[in-house]
């Protein structure tokens, strides 16, 4: 559980797993399997508060059982989880080291099964301030599409899904670690930067990232340039060269994941 003005965070552990274990990848060795499994949810102010899921997504990893301590699930799964910028760098390692510990446990009362699933149940809550119109509120609202591609994040896990095997590995690699993105703090800071990104037609918030891009100074969210540059080099506004990297020939549509 935690908060900042006008979002919340909360996670409960579980040993479920909805989807089929991967069983045949194992051989013989036990594995921990990690989901992580985050409800995007807005929450109004009406005479009752009232909760609404506004998106939701799930990833995975795993583990070897014999794994003692959670360094190796912290530097995989982190990344992602800081991309929803609510949580604390130190709260999320304590979440994840509650998952790795929760899920040691859960594989010492096991000696049926090779796999032992452990689920994480995450909700990132945006609440919707006094005063605010509920229409602020979801434009503020933290959700799969304001973030980006979680594909582009998770390559290294080598259970990429189909669409990350359309992006170039070249591309991904530069939309990952080499394209400048700036967290927004300040919102007067946010607004120098960009008044209104011009794919979204969205103006930044606190927390949401920005890149500039070095040719032109042109700036966009980095969500939003970042599905631009998958299917194109050029910048959207003036067509100068955002990147050199060969681009994705046959990608679906961009908004859907
Ligand atoms: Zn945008
Ligand atoms: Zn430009």
């Known amino acids: 559980m935690g908060s900042r003005a006008g979002y919340e965070y909360r996670y409960g552990f579980a040993a479920a797993y909805g989807g089929v274990l991967p069983l045949k990848t194992f051989g013989w060795r036990k594995k921990l399997f990690f989901e992580i499994r985050t409800n995007f949810i807005l929450r109004k102010r009406i005479s009752k508060e009232e909760e609404v899921i506004i998106g939701s997504e799930r990833f995975d990893m795993i583990l070897g059982d014999d794994f003692e301590d959670p360094t190796y699930l912290i530097l995989w799964i982190k ?23 929760f899920a040691k446990q859960c594989s010492s009362n096991d000696n049926d099964n090779l796999v032992i699933p452990a689920v994480v149940n995450l909700e990132i809550c945006t609440v919707q301030i006094e005063g605010e119109s509920i229409d602020d509120a979801f434009d503020r609202a933290i959700s799969g ?17 189909e669409i990350n095997k359309l992006v170039p590995s070249e591309l991904q690699r ?28 969205r103006s930044p ?46 990608f679906p549509y961009l908004s859907s994941y």
């Open 79 to 101: 990344p992602r989880l800081k991309s929803y910028w609510i949580i604390p760098s130190d709260e999320i390692d304590l979440l994840l080291s509650g998952a790795f510990d």
């Open 145 to 161: 599409e304001c973030l980006e591609p979680i594909f582009l994040m998770l390559n290294f896990s080598g259970r990429n899904d």
């Open 205 to 250: 918030i606190v927390g949401s990232r920005i890149s500039v891009l070095p040719n032109c100074g042109h700036a966009f969210h980095s969500h939003c340039i970042v599905r631009w540059f998958i299917l194109s080099n050029l910048c959207p506004l003036c067509s100068c060269p955002g990147h050199y990297f060969p681009v994705s020939q046959d």
């Open 174 to 201: 530069f939309l990952n670690t080499r394209l400048d993105k700036v967290r927004v703090e300040d919102l007067d800071e946010g607004l120098s930067l960009m008044n209104e990104c011009s794919i979204c037609l």
